[in-house]
C-alpha cells in the first residue's frame, strides 16, 4: 500500500461524519497525506440522538477536539430512566476508562466540527464531492482509489466525474455505504436492524419562529439528564404492545431540546415484518406528554424525520483488498441503546492505527496482514459486547418480557446498577466492582460478533 507518484493522497476517506472525521484526523496526525471526500456541504444535518455517552466523550478528548461549554457544548450527568409509573436519576457510571460525564449536541454542528479538526490536523476536505465507486486494479482487483463527481449546492452534477487514487481507502459512508455494496459487501441478515426518528423543540420561551411561545419556558433545553422513557407503547398507554425500544428527551442547551424514538428488531426481515408507522408513533407519543413540556407544533423545529441504524458488525468483512470499512457502513450501532457515534469515532482511530502500521512495513504480504489488523481489534474490543446485544435484543421483542421487566426487575438497585452499565457500554473491562466483572466475563465468553 505505499503510495506511487500518480497517487493524489496515501489515504482516502470517503464520508466526513464522526467515523471518517476521525479516520482522516488520526492518519493526518501520522503525518499521512489524507483526502476526505464529503458529498453534502457543511453544516448539513444528520439523523441522531445528538447524545454523546462518555464512551464518546473519551474519545472526542484523545482527538483534542475542543469542548467548552462557551462554544455550544453541553455536560449531562447521566440517565434519567422513566418506566413503570417511576423515574430514576442514574449517574454516569464512575470508571477509569471514561469521564463521568457525557455531553450532547447537534449533527448539524458536530459533524462540521469534526470535520474541521480533521482539517487542522492536515487532512483536505473536498465537500460536495459524491463518491460514486471504487478504482480498482486492473490485475489484482485490489482497491486503489475512488471515482467522484463534484456536486452543486443542490446536490446536481456539477463538472466532469473525476478519478482520485489512493493505497488505501476507508469507506465511512453511512447504512447505505454505496462503497461498500459496490465491493460487494452487503449488509448481514442475522444482526439486528433499528429505526431512529427525531425532532427538535424549542423549551426556552420562543416558539420555532422566534416569537414568544404561548406555553412559556420549561428550561427543558438545560437538562442536566439525559432521559429515556423505557414503556414505548404502539398505540395508546397501558393499552397496547410495549415495542422494544425507547424514546428520548436530550438537552441540547441551545435552548432546543432533540425529542424522538428508535426500535430495534433482531433481524431486518422481522422489523419489515413487524412495520410499525414509526413517525405516527413519534406524534402519539408527543401529544401524551405532559403540556408543561411545550411539545407543541408551534415549538416543533423542523419535521419528524427517520433513519435505519444497523447494528452488531451487520457488514463484514470490515477490511478487504484496501478498503475498510467504518462506522455505520460497517454497522457498529450498539443493539443496547442505538449508540453509534463513540463506536464511530473509536473506528477511525483503530482504522488509522493498522494503516499508518502498514506503511511501515517493507513487503505486500506484511502490510496486508497489518490492515487485517483493523478488524480483528474492532472484534477483539467490541464482538462480545455485541453478541450480548443481540441476545439483549431477541428478549425485549418479547411483550411479556419487557412489561415484567419494566416493572419488577428495573426498581431493584442491583438490576438497575447493572443494566445502566450494560446500555451505557461504561464499565471497566478489567477490575472494577463485581458489576463490572460480570459484564466484562460474559463479553469474554460468548463468541465475538
Known amino acids: 500500500m505505499r503510495a ?11 464520508g466526513a461524519g464522526p467515523a471518517g472525521s476521525s479516520a482522516a484526523h488520526w492518519c493526518a496526525s501520522a503525518g499521512l497525506d489524507v483526502l476526505l471526500l464529503e458529498k453534502a456541504g457543511f453544516p448539513r444535518d444528520k439523523v441522531c440522538g445528538d447524545g454523546l455517552t462518555p464512551r464518546a466523550v473519551a474519545e472526542l478528548a484523545r482527538m483534542g477536539v475542543p469542548t467548552d461549554a462557551a462554544d455550544g457544548w453541553i455536560r449531562n450527568q447521566g440517565l434519567r430512566v422513566v418506566a413503570g409509573g417511576r423515574t430514576w436519576e442514574l449517574p454516569w457510571p464512575d470508571v477509569t476508562a471514561y469521564p463521568g460525564y457525557g455531553m450532547a449536541r447537534s ?25 460514486t465507486g471504487p ?70 420561551g420562543k416558539a420555532a419562529d422566534g416569537t414568544p411561545s404561548a406555553t412559556g419556558p420549561t428550561s427543558r433545553h438545560e437538562d442536566a439528564w439525559m432521559e429515556s422513557h423505557l414503556e414505548l407503547w404502539s398505540g395508546a398507554p397501558g393499552q397496547s404492545d410495549l415495542l422494544p425500544g425507547y424514546g428520548w428527551i436530550f438537552a441540547l442547551g441551545d435552548g432546543t431540546v432533540n425529542v424522538g424514538l428508535g426500535s430495534v428488531s433482531s433481524t431486518p426481515a422481522r422489523q419489515s415484518a413487524v412495520g410499525h408507522d414509526y413517525k405516527a408513533l413519534m406524534r402519539t407519543w408527543i401529544e ?29 468483512p470490515m477490511y ?24 464511530a469515532l473509536q473506528a477511525g482511530r483503530v482504522a488509522a492505527d493498522a494503516i499508518t502500521q502498514a506503511r511501515t512495513r517493507t513487503t505486500d504480504d506484511a502490510r496486508e496482514r497489518a490492515l487485517g489488523t483493523y478488524a480483528d481489534r474492532m472484534r477483539a474490543e467490541l464482538g462480545g459486547y455485541y453478541t450480548l446485544g443481540r441476545a439483549f435484543v431477541r428478549l425485549i421483542e418479547h411483550p411479556t418480557i419487557m412489561r415484567v421487566g419494566t416493572r419488577y ?11 445502566v452499565k450494560l446500555l451505557s457500554d461504561c464499565y471497566e473491562p478489567r477490575g472494577g466492582d463485581w458489576v463490572d466483572r460480570v459484564i466484562a466475563a460474559m463479553t469474554r465468553v460468548v463468541p465475538a460478533a
Open 320 to 343: 478487504r483488498d484496501g478498503a475498510l470499512l467504518v462506522g455505520d457502513a460497517a454497522g457498529m450501532v450498539s443493539p443496547f441503546n442505538g449508540e453509534g457515534i463513540a463506536y
Open 288 to 316: 401524551n406528554t405532559p403540556a408543561e413540556w411545550g411539545f407543541t407544533p408551534d415549538n416543533q423545529v423542523g419535521p419528524i424525520r427517520g433513519a435505519a441504524l444497523p447494528m452488531g458488525f451487520n457488514r463484514t
Open 4 to 14: 506511487g507518484a500518480s497517487d493524489d493522497a496515501d489515504v482516502i476517506v470517503v
Open 409 to 419: 426487575a428495573l426498581p431493584v438497585p442491583v438490576v438497575m446498577r447493572l443494566v
Open 107 to 131: 449533527r448539524m454542528t458536530l459533524d462540521h466540527r469534526l470535520a474541521q479538526h480533521a482539517q487542522r490536523s492536515g487532512a483536505k476536505l473536498l465537500e460536495r464531492t459524491k463518491v
Open 135 to 204: 478504482l480498482l486494479d486492473d490485475r489484482t482487483g485490489r482497491v486503489v482509489g475512488v471515482t467522484a463527481q463534484p456536486l452543486d449546492g443542490r446536490g446536481r452534477p456539477d463538472g466532469a466525474p473525476t478519478t482520485y487514487r489512493a493505497p488505501v481507502v476507508v469507506a465511512a459512508d453511512g447504512v447505505s455505504s454505496r462503497f461498500a455494496t459496490s465491493l460487494g459487501i452487503e449488509r448481514r441478515d442475522d444482526r439486528p436492524m433499528g429505526t431512529a426518528v427525531r425532532t427538535y423543540f424549542r423549551t426556552d
